[in-house]
């Protein structure tokens, strides 16, 4: 067991200081009725914590945590360093940021403050000491959320400079640099430090185009610059938590992440962070597969539970289309997050703001006021449950045996290469492959590339673009050892310093796979080619089509078109006591089940529960508990698997019968002894 709280909470984002307070006892009538036993607060407040360089003023915020601790609501404090207050830009302009196009910015917005201006260090470490010192000693305060969402570059003369000192570190001579980045390429050769540049529209950065900057013509620099990046603001956030752990030595001390975003390697923030928080904001359109994988892999950052730090009540204001979430569907999404893995449920936002960029973002509270709304109930509804259920929940974690490798440096590599094929993205081809285990009900665990990979009987690498030094040898051992690995085009081909592998693709994972990819042809979205099983079976593949020669592997399918017509496309290799696949082209949703199945079928991979169903089914496990959420995401009616048949629901506490039928977004939740 692994509960860092001592209940769900269930609460969210509260700005109490953007109202007057007799609105503040509404809230919290409000709050118990809707069940809430907790609010984030203090998110975006630096500019009333201190007025002016010399003066700190918490009196407000004093009210606040006392209102709630005297409501008995725990605390999600957070530390308001993510929007920089008007006077600290207008004393010290350099604590804004430079962007993309070079332009230095002035006060506005927020996640807004250069990461290495010593300036804005130093006020943010100081508040987050002073809050701490404040506030670290109140029980109520369970949590720590330090600034919000970090991301975004910066372009700027301190970030230039510390990219340099960052860089010496890493490279120690001027030779191994230019090597590194293979600087003899277009004559790039630089001879002293302060020759570095950062890779901006004014610099590597190919076809400025706005606001898409992944154009860049040496992606070497560019994936350095990113995880320079990345770690600029991990060193804000560990400043703003050593602070905090002076004076609190207890609550958890996290930042709310984002899911697949690509700004910052979240696998090297876990580590730094006490639990893993996300916010989670699908689209109207967003598959449920793509939320469960996000769930997922923000749970094996850490291989723990997490927080779900944010969703919207119902709808979101920032989207395209900002549709609202359909009777249920906040309460099938919730219990879906909790499903995969999280041990809070926390909105944003508890009350809808009357003026600025959120005002049609959804809330608990709506700009009525009352809580004679479909959403407020809705939320009231869930509240009531997971008090009820929450207990034996807590804690439970997800067992896989199956094992995809996500890793941000191949997103950042694989996003920069020019050629050969635009259309290829790294977390849709992550994805494609965790659909297919999301539709059997296989569970999943998305994995770093440096994992125990000995844990899992099945390891999946999509686009292992960039082979990091010790990975090929690593997973050679893993299959050595009985496992099986799965991997494919674009995978092997370059190093971490993005330069290839050279002595043919895919570079040290040739001996393993047992094939040499000689050529990679791109598709068009218009066109396409064909995959030809063993048994005559023909299924569509796409965007690009490794040209392979076999050394040791066996054909499992082959092209059926083009001139590699009869050529290999996917192959196994046996490998010591394991094998492994190769699959050299993108094959459409049924060709790659297909390919899939018969891979499950012989690492002994299997679903949680043994029937078919469209249903998801997904299970957390406590030592002597298996918790099981079916979930119904599909438009029709569908019916209830038969295991579960005379088991107890726990929301109802109703004995669920063989003939019961799931209506969309309808869930259950089966609670059994360990087998
Ligand atoms: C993000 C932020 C919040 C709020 C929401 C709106 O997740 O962290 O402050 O802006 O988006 O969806
Ligand atoms: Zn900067």
Redesign the pocket.
């Known amino acids: 067991m692994k509960a860092k709280f001592t209940q769900i909470l269930y609460g969210g984002?509260y700005n109490p200081e953007q109202w007057p307070r007799e609105i503040w006892q509404q809230d919290m009538e409000l709050f118990d009725e809707a069940g809430i036993n907790s609010a984030t607060i203090n998110?975006?407040s630096w500019a009333k914590l201190q007025p002016s360089e010399e003066v700190y003023d918490f009196s407000e915020l004093d009210d606040i945590v006392d209102m709630l601790t005297k409501a008995g609501k725990q605390i999600v404090l957070a530390t308001s360093t993510a929007a920089l207050p008007a006077w600290m830009v207008k004393r010290y302009p350099e604590v804004a940021r430079t962007d993309y196009g070079g332009r230095h910015h002035k006060f506005g917005q927020r996640h807004n403050a250069c990461p290495n201006s010593p300036v804005y260090r130093h006020f943010a470490k100081e508040l987050a000491s002073r809050l701490a010192e404040r506030y670290g000693k109140n029980d109520n305060v369970v949590c720590w959320h330090v600034n919000?969402?970090y991301g975004g570059e910066c372009y700027c003369e301190n970030c230039e400079k510390a990219f340099r000192v960052w860089l010496k570190r890493k490279y120690k001579t001027i030779e191994a640099l230019n090597k590194a980045w293979n600087l003899s390429f277009w004559g790039h050769t630089i001879y002293d430090w302060d020759e570095v540049v950062l890779p901006n529209a004014l610099g590597e950065g190919l076809g400025f185009r706005g606001e898409d900057e992944d154009g860049t013509a040496f992606a070497g620099i560019s994936i350095d610059y990113r995880r320079f990046n990345s770690d600029s603001l991990l060193e804000n956030f560990k400043m703003e938590r050593d602070a905090i752990r002076q004076y609190d030595k207890d609550a958890a001390i996290t930042t709310?992440l984002?899911g697949t975003f690509k700004g910052l390697d979240y696998f090297k923030w876990a580590k730094e962070m006490d639990i893993v928080s996300w916010?989670n904001?699908p689209s109207y359109d967003t598959p449920w597969s793509m939320t469960a994988m996000r769930h997922d892999l923000m749970r094996g950052l850490k291989a723990e539970p997490f927080m779900l730090?944010?969703q919207?009540p119902s709808q979101?204001?920032?989207q395209p289309y900002n549709s609202l979430k359909k009777p249920g569907q906040m309460r099938a999404q919730s219990y879906q997050t909790v499903a995969h893995g999280a041990d809070t449920i926390q909105f944003?936002?508890l009350r809808r703001s009357v003026g600025g960029c959120?005002k049609f973002?959804g809330a608990v509270i709506e700009h009525v006021g009352t809580a004679k709304t479909r959403v407020f109930r809705e939320t009231a509804e869930l509240g009531a449950e997971l008090r009820s259920i929450g207990a034996s929940i807590i804690g439970a974690e997800n067992e896989s045996k199956a094992g995809i490798i996500f890793d941000w440096d191949n997103y950042w590599a694989l996003e920069y290469t020019s050629g050969p094929n635009k259309d290829l993205k790294y977390v849709d081809q992550i994805w494609r492959y965790y659909e297919y285990f999301y539709n059997k009900n296989i569970s999943v665990d998305m994995i770093p590339v440096d994992a125990d990979f000995g844990k899992y009987d099945l390891v999946a690498a999509p686009v292992l673009y960039m082979v990091k030094e010790g990975v090929a040898e690593a997973i050679e051992k893993y299959v050595a050892d009985g496992g099986t690995f799965v991997t494919g085009f674009m995978s092997g081909i370059v190093d971490q310093s993005d330069n290839v592998h050279l002595g043919g693709y895919p570079g040290p994972l040739r001996k393993l796979a047992g094939i040499w990819a000689e050529e990679i042809d791109a598709l068009a979205p218009e066109q396409s080619n064909e995959i030809v099983f063993g048994d005559g079976t023909r299924k569509q593949c796409r965007m690009l089509c490794d040209i392979l020669h076999l050394e040791g592997a066996e054909e499992i399918a082959q092209y059926g078109d083009d001139f590699y017509a009869g050529t290999p496309v996917v192959t196994k290799n046996a490998f010591g006591r394991g094998c492994t696949y190769y699959v050299g082209t993108v094959p459409e949703r049924d060709g790659l089940a297909k390919l899939l199945d018969m891979v499950c079928d012989e690492a002994g991979v299997r679903p949680v529960i043994a029937e078919e169903t469209e249903l998801e089914v997904t299970r957390r496990v406590t030592e002597t508990q298996e918790i099981y959420f079916i979930m119904n995401f599909k438009d029709q009616e569908l019916a209830l698997p038969g295991v579960f048949a005379g088991k107890t629901d726990i929301l109802t506490g109703r004995v669920l019968t063989a003939d019961e039928q799931l209506k969309k977004y309808e869930v259950r939740v089966v609670s059994v002894p360990r087998a």
Do not use: I
Request: aromatic share 22%.
């Open positions: 984002d998110v975006f919000n969402e709310n984002m916010d904001y730090m944010e919207t979101q204001n920032w944003f936002q959120e973002h």
